[in-house]
């Protein structure tokens, strides 16, 4: 299921980026490309499950 998800994700990417004419795939735009819904359910529970992440000080000066 992991597999045809990422290549759902990078189908779309792909085709967003051919379309909007920026060839390039981000995470951004990967971000906007809608998947199943429980793809989705398992990708929000993982993001609740992990622990915050620490930003690195110099994060904020780029």
Same mark, same amino acid.
């Given at each position: 299921?992991?597999?045809?998800? +990422?290549? %759902?994700?990078?189908?779309? @990417?792909?085709? #967003? ?9 981000? $995470?951004?735009?990967?971000d906007?490309?809608? +998947?199943? %819904?429980?793809?989705?359910? @398992?990708?929000? #529970? ?8 620490r930003? $690195?000080?110099?994060?904020?000066a780029?």
């Open positions: 299921m992991f597999a045809s998800i +990422v290549a %759902q994700l990078v189908r779309g @990417a792909a085709l #967003e980026a051919i379309i909007s004419g920026s060839e390039a795939v981000t $995470r951004k735009t990967l906007t490309i809608e +998947v199943d %819904q429980t793809a989705e359910d @398992a990708r929000n #529970e993982r993001r609740r499950a992990r622990k915050p992440r930003r $690195r000080p110099d994060a904020d780029a």
